[in-house]
């Protein structure tokens, strides 16, 4: 049973990672066809938050939902981390007991 959980995982580091690339596409966004099909950064967004969903579909399949479903939120973690290492955004002192809490939380619903 832990098959599941690895795969909500990945999923959830590729979602974090679609949140990093779509803050990166947003400085150079324009509206147009030509402006989205050339920004690198939203297609590597599109694609991570793609290929979250191809993690995270199998994973439900052979667990429950209302277990793995909040293992969803460690893109909360994951996007926090980039933003601060390649973003240099400030983390915090809030943003570090947010993102604890988000870990207990996650590790209490993966005990029961």
């Given amino acids: 049973m832990f098959l599941p959980f690895l795969l909500v995982g990945i999923a959830g580091f590729l979602g974090g990672l679609g949140a990093?690339?779509?803050k990166k596409a947003s400085s150079s966004f324009s509206l147009?066809?030509?402006g989205i099909?050339?920004?690198k950064y939203l297609l590597g967004g599109c694609i991570s938050y793609g290929l979250s969903i191809v993690f995270f579909v199998p994973a439900l399949r052979?667990?429950?939902?209302s277990v793995l479903y909040p293992l969803v939120a460690?893109?909360?973690v994951w996007a926090a981390?980039?933003?601060s290492y390649f973003?240099?955004?400030k983390m915090t002192k809030l943003k570090l007991v947010s993102i604890a809490l988000i870990i207990?939380?996650?590790a209490f619903l993966g005990g029961s």
């Fill in 104 to 106: 207990l939380g996650v």
């Fill in 32 to 34: 147009t066809i030509k």
């Fill in 20 to 22: 990093f690339f779509f």
């Fill in 81 to 83: 981390l980039f933003s």
């Fill in 37 to 39: 099909l050339q920004n």
């Fill in 62 to 65: 052979q667990g429950e939902l």
């Fill in 87 to 89: 973003l240099k955004e």
């Fill in 74 to 76: 460690t893109s909360y």
